[in-house]
């Protein structure tokens, strides 16, 4: 079945510096989603990106999805307390076909940041 | 976009005992799902509520485990059955279209 793999598991950082997360399918997607779970709270939604090679920027956070569709990757710039959470990638279930909101989550990466 | 509401947001049960989490959206939606997560863990996908159908279950995941209803675009239900310990665990739903919108949870302690 489809996997979508994700490093690292964990990432601390000091208040300032840079964080980046990537992650990896085994299969072609048609798209892929970033989600923010705050410690305690619920997975939000960031992003989706659809194109090949596509680059959206969000004020820090830059999301990259590369040429094949198969790769991922989300990027902090000067990261601050505020971005403390766990960051999942999250493509279309294989299964799923059209079916909007079925999704395979990756592991997800862990940010600490440390003021 | 919308807001998802779940009831109870944690409950500790006994062992086979069943438990009814009820989630509702404050708009309709097309598409209505139920996720595991353990903490400090990924989001596993349990089923798709179909409204008017029954259910669509992934693998490792049954029916008469979980069933799960979906009356209406705005409601539905989760019921895990004769609860065991392994079923502890943080149940979520999401609604929504190619953005999923999530519920708050329901911690579950099964002693």
């Known amino acids: 079945g489809q996997q979508v793999m994700q490093i690292p598991q964990y990432q601390h950082v000091q208040e300032g510096e840079d964080f980046t997360t990537y992650c990896n399918s085994s299969t072609t997607l048609s798209n892929i989603q970033w989600y923010k779970q705050r410690p305690g709270g619920h997975p939000v939604f960031l992003i989706q990106?659809?194109?090949?090679?596509e680059v959206k920027k969000q004020k820090r956070l830059t999301f990259q999805f590369g040429e094949a569709k198969k790769n991922s990757s989300l990027h902090i710039t000067a990261t601050q307390t505020t971005d403390v959470g766990t960051y999942f990638c999250?493509?279309?279930?294989?299964?799923?076909?059209?079916?909007?909101?079925?999704?395979?989550f990756g592991q997800g990466t862990i940010l600490t940041v440390h003021p | 976009s919308a807001v998802i509401s779940q009831k109870p947001s944690r409950d500790i049960c006994q062992r086979g005992t069943s438990l009814t989490i009820q989630c509702q959206v404050d708009s309709q939606v097309t598409m209505m799902f139920w996720y595991r997560q353990q903490p400090g863990q990924s989001l596993t996908l349990i089923a798709t509520a179909n409204q008017g159908s029954e259910a669509t279950y992934e693998s490792g995941f049954v029916i008469d485990k979980f069933p799960i209803s979906r009356p209406n675009l705005t409601f539905s239900t989760l019921t895990v059955s004769n609860m065991s310990p392994e079923d502890s665990s943080i149940y979520l739903c999401?609604?929504?279209?190619?953005?999923?919108?999530f519920g708050p949870g329901t911690r579950l302690t099964v002693l």
């Open positions: 999250a493509g279309p279930s294989v299964a799923g076909g059209t079916s909007y909101g079925k999704l395979t």
């Open positions: 999401s609604g929504g279209g190619y953005e999923q919108f």
């Open positions: 990106l659809v194109k090949s090679g």
